[in-house]
């Protein structure tokens, strides 16, 4: 098994900033890419930013986070990063680890760390 603890989140107001952190321990050897998830009330699920193993990345697929969010990691800590700036309300949402394992069960979530961007 994999446990994610993530932290990092909280209440900033539009145009901050605040770092996630995402520590992965247990079983993780199966893990090939760790990402960040993020659920607004209402919406969906969706994938804000992933990075593999190797350091693909790959961001959301719409323009929302480009140029704002950087996804990174530190192998030595098992940690992953998402370093969210110039915030917008829109970016209010509970933020989720994620972590894609080879072998079942495929799929490992976090308890999910609330970001709020209000003024």
């Known amino acids: 098994q994999v446990q994610l603890v993530e932290s990092g989140g909280g209440s900033v107001q539009p145009g901050g900033s605040l770092r996630l952190s995402c520590a992965a321990s247990?079983?993780?050897?199966?893990?090939?890419?760790m990402g960040w998830y993020r659920q607004a009330p209402g919406k969906q699920r969706a994938l804000v930013a992933l990075i593999t193993n190797g350091g693909s990345i790959k961001y959301a697929d719409s323009d929302a986070v480009k140029g704002r969010f950087t996804i990174s990691r530190d192998n030595a800590k098992n940690t992953v990063y998402l370093q969210m700036n110039s915030l917008k309300p829109e970016d209010s949402a509970v933020y989720h680890c994620?972590?894609?394992?080879?072998?079942?069960?495929?799929?490992?979530w976090g308890q999910g760390t609330q970001v709020t961007v209000s003024s």
């Open positions: 247990g079983s993780i050897f199966n893990i090939y890419a």
């Open positions: 994620h972590g894609a394992s080879l072998r079942a069960p495929y799929d490992y």
